[in-house]
């Protein structure tokens, strides 16, 4: 009775477990799919690998070319001033000196009245006989503009009382491109003929653009100086330019004489002008200043 019960059970087994029958069916179906008699369903089961064999040879061949581009790259690279690792930067500033040989005078013709419409009358004559002088001068009517205009009530403060006594009109005029040779002519005349303040005088040159055109030539054979040396203390050899930044900015050349600007604005100082023909302009010298940085390739 034992023993045929122990044979019952040795006979008798499980079934095996879904995994077990899934992993099966896999392998078979993997192993049908690679095989030359592959039935329609395993050729459609094998192109997810297809598709990922030719990614991977795609991947392979960008970078195989990627590999070849970086072997075949310059050995210097610049992206921008100041970012390459094989160059030399220097900073480089040179000066000039001309002698201003132009002024720019700024006007003002100041008038008063009872009233504001006979102010302002006064005023637009006075002006206008300035104009008329200056061009009879020479001065170019281009070279004259009204940069300002304002009338305002003139008021008397007395017993606590504020009453308006007349009015006051001034007309700025701005003109440029005055000879200094005859300058102090042209400022007396003008007093006379109804100029009774004289706000600025400025000093300019005409050869601005060539005095700055070679304070940057001095500037570039500076700089190269510079990177000369750099490059030779530090055991390499200097290439060409890699880059050039203009650090100053371009604007004429200018000096303001506030000194006589600031006597020419006393009423002692004009009337004196208007008597004496003989004012004396120095207007000294003017620095046109430049400022760059150049970069060097170097070896």
């Known amino acids: ?25 896999m392998a078979a179906y993997l192993f049908t799919g690679c095989g030359d008699a592959a039935s329609s369903a395993s050729s459609a089961a094998a192109q997810p690998e297809e598709s990922a064999n030719v990614l991977a040879d795609s991947a392979a061949a960008k970078n195989s070319s990627s590999d070849a581009a970086a072997n075949a790259a310059p050995v210097f690279t610049v992206s921008s001033l100041g970012n390459s690792k094989h160059t030399i930067t220097v900073n480089s500033s040179e000066k000039v000196t001309v002698i201003p040989d132009i002024a720019e005078v700024v006007y003002a013709v100041r008038t008063e009245a009872k009233d504001a419409a006979a102010c302002q009358q006064k005023n637009t004559e006075d002006v206008n006989q300035v104009i008329d002088l200056l061009k009879s001068l020479g001065i170019a009517e281009t070279s004259i503009q009204t940069s300002n205009y304002y009338m305002q009530p003139v008021y008397n403060y ?39 303040n004289i706000q600025s005088i400025t000093y300019q040159s005409s050869k601005y653009d060539e005095g700055y055109a070679n304070a940057l030539t001095l500037a570039m054979e500076s700089a190269k100086n510079k990177a000369g040396v750099l490059a030779q203390a530090g055991g390499c050899t200097l290439g060409g330019i890699a880059g050039i930044c203009e650090n100053s900015n371009y604007g004429e050349a200018r000096y303001t004489d506030y000194a006589l600007s600031s006597q020419m604005r006393s009423y002692g100082a004009i009337k004196q002008m208007a008597e004496d023909e003989s004012l004396n302009i120095m207007p000294g010298e003017v620095d046109i200043e430049v400022n760059i940085t150049v970069e060097y390739f170097i070896q």
Do not use: C, W
């Open 1 to 25: 009775m034992n023993k045929k019960k122990i044979k019952k059970k040795d006979m008798s087994f499980k079934k095996p477990p879904l995994r077990f029958i899934l992993s099966i069916s």
């Open 158 to 196: 007395s017993n606590n009382t504020q009453r308006i006594t007349g009015y006051e009109a001034t007309a700025t005029l701005t003109v440029s491109d005055l000879p200094i040779d005859g300058l102090g002519n042209i400022l007396s005349e003008s007093v006379k003929a109804g100029i009774n």
